[in-house]
């Protein structure tokens, strides 16, 4: 579904914090930007599923669901994002999340993590970028392979994640090398997806291009792929490794458990061919992913477990 991507002639920030206006100076490339706005090209077009003509309503919807049935996973990118692994980041440190949607990965952050860091959320949908402003986030528009909006060695981590496979095969080199840009000496780069041939691409290629409102013609990504990019990105101590990046959600009974998770990823993925048979959803799950529904004091909890792949490194 096509959905046009416009850039504001005129960025107008006058509405936000002093914090956000001190990470704007920070962050942004005046000059880039002034060159961007004065060329006869304005306008991003591509095809976008994440509009309203698309599933970004559904996206948005399943979230609103059960926020944290991500967060597992999430909190696994942020160790990655810190030098020394921690969830314990000081006021001043910057994570660009290039992929961000509606600024998932800031909201975790700030439910989960004491010491939350900054973040500048980078996505090419319009669409899911308005959303991360209405909630006061700090947000731009461009794609991940034309960071223009940011400024060398300005931020301390990048996370390409929840959607990386979406960055065409041809541009995938040059977002690593873009990445690897915006970061300063020593900052954590960071990319997460889940293997082609695996349990998520194969429910991807057979059920959400069946039952989906929009298809997903979307190559994943092969260990040496993404150990090629961190490399060329020109990144030290690369490292490649599998998290647990579970879908995970809490209900009163079994039963309401075993249906919010089925709702979820109808939601997720825009599955409108499986509204209502969530029955033979929790089968089709089940045929891709172990499924555990387990009793504990707050109820019943659902956990489809996935696992991701995820590369990372350090820009020297």
Known sequence: MAATIVAPSKPDFSSIGTEQKSLFDRVINPQALYNRFGSSSQALTAQNEFSTEGRGEDYLDSIRLFPDVRSEGTLDLLRLAHPQGSLEF?????????????????????????????????????????????????????????????????????????????????????????????LKSGGRWVLHDFEEDGPMARLFGEVVNEYGKTRHDYPHFTRQEMLNLAQDAGLSDIAIEYIADPFVVQAPSKLAAKRLLCNYVIKMYGLSGLENELDFTFHLLEQYFSVNLTENLSGYEARLIRNALVCHGTKP
């Open 90 to 182: 000081d006021g001043d440190y910057i994570i660009a999340d290039l992929l961000a949607g509606d600024g998932y990965i800031e909201e975790t952050s700030k439910r989960h993590v004491s010491f939350a860091p900054l973040f500048v959320n980078s996505d090419s949908s319009a669409f899911m970028v308005e959303k991360c402003r209405k909630k006061a986030m700090f947000a731009v528009c461009e794609f991940a392979q034309d960071l223009f909006w940011l400024k060398d060695e300005s931020v301390d981590a990048v996370i390409f994640a929840y959607g990386t496979h979406h960055i065409d095969r041809v541009f995938r080199s040059q977002a690593a090398k873009e990445g690897a840009r915006i």
